[in-house]
Every structure is written in structure tokens, then in C-alpha cells.
């Protein structure tokens, strides 16, 4: 049973900096495309954020958090990261961490079959 589990959510000020990190167990993490995700107070739907393929040679990020945000992994750690900078109240969120059984990446939610609990940032001003 694959397993992930975020953590590194807190409360920051604007302008400030945040890495979260998801740890996957239970397949072999090297195989999975990663993505993070985030809900917003009041929505229904996740928003993507990022997307790193298997070995980390490619990446995908919202236009929204371009510049400001990185993802990376390590795979001998079995960990995804999201690397946050400049934060913004409108980041605001649960952060979700997601795994994709496959080669290529993917901004849309559907496609991730394997889900973390979300950590919760939030942004004040």
C-alpha cells in the first residue's frame, strides 16, 4: 500500500519562506511522478501547483507560483519537496502531495492515483 505523508506546513508572514516535504512508502518512489496540489479555504477543487517526472529531469509549475516556487526530489530519500519563496496570502491553502504512475507529468488531479493528508500553510500580510 503506497503511503504519502506532507509535512512543513505552517503559519508565515508575507514574504516569507516555507519547504514542505512528502515522504512516499510502500512502492517504488523512483517509478511515480509527483505533484503538489493545494485547496484554498472555501473551494471545492485542488489547484495544481507543480509536477516533477521520475527522476526529476522535467518539471511543470502554475503559472502562479512561477519564479517563486521550486520542486525537487530525491529519490534515494523516497521524498518529494516544494520549495516556496515570496509567499503570498493568496497561497493560502492545504497543500497536497500526489503520485502518478507514470513517465510523463501531470497538471490535472484526476490523474494522480495516490494522495497525502495535506499540511496546512498559511500566509498572513
Not at 37 to 60: C, M
Amino acid at each position: 500500500q503506497v503511503r504519502l505523508i506532507e509535512s512543513g506546513g505552517r503559519s508565515v508572514q508575507a514574504g516569507g519562506s516555507l519547504r514542505l516535504s512528502c515522504v512516499v512508502s510502500g512502492r517504488t518512489f523512483s517509478n511515480y511522478a509527483m505533484g503538489w496540489f493545494r485547496q484554498a479555504p472555501g473551494t471545492l477543487e485542488r489547484e495544481f501547483v507543480a509536477a516533477i517526472n521520475y527522476n526529476g529531469g522535467s518539471t511543470n509549475y502554475a503559472d502562479s507560483v512561477k519564479g517563486r516556487f521550486t520542486i525537487s526530489r530525491d529519490n534515494a530519500k523516497n521524498t518529494v519537496y516544494v520549495q516556496m519563496n515570496s509567499l503570498k496570502p493568496e497561497d493560502t491553502a492545504v497543500y497536497y502531495c500526489a503520485a502518478d504512475w507514470s513517465t510523463t507529468i501531470s497538471t490535472i488531479p484526476g490523474e494522480y492515483s495516490r494522495w497525502g493528508q495535506g499540511t496546512q500553510v498559511t500566509v498572513s500580510s
